[in-house]
């Protein structure tokens, strides 16, 4: 059943336009306890940092691109190899379901009768 025009995801009617209703991708919570729905966009919890001081920027060491890179091609190459072994793996079990296939196949043409019943 759709959800009328008035009520996205299903939102009841008793909330008015100024409550705080969380959504999630695009779904209303609507569990969520109403305290926390009464909560004001100005609340602490939704303040955002202080900026950090000019001393802390300074105390910023310089990133380390040459260990970064090491660790991505290292894990480039992992990924690599064990991609390579489910490839394997899954080539193995594609033959060994043709091979069962055919096994079962066979199976029931020897129980077929050879040559067809006249009508």
């Known amino acids: 059943m759709a959800t009328p025009p008035g009520e996205p995801n299903g939102v009841l009617d008793h909330l008015s ?8 991708n ?11 729905r009464s909560q004001s966009p100005e609340s602490p919890q939704h303040q955002l940092p202080d900026p ?8 910023l060491h310089a990133f380390d691109w040459e260990a970064f890179e090491s660790r991505y091609e290292a894990a480039l190459l992992k ?3 064990e991609e390579t072994a489910i490839l394997k793996e899954a080539e193995s079990l594609s033959k060994a379901c043709e091979q069962q296939n055919l ?5 029931l043409l020897r129980h077929l009768p050879m040559t067809m019943p006249d009508p």
């Open 17 to 24: 336009d100024d409550d705080h209703v969380p959504a999630i």
């Open 52 to 59: 950090p001081s000019p001393e802390a920027l300074e105390e």
């Open 26 to 36: 695009g779904h209303v919570d609507e569990k969520q306890d109403l305290s926390s």
């Open 103 to 107: 096994t079962s196949k066979s199976g």
């Open 79 to 81: 990924a690599s190899e």
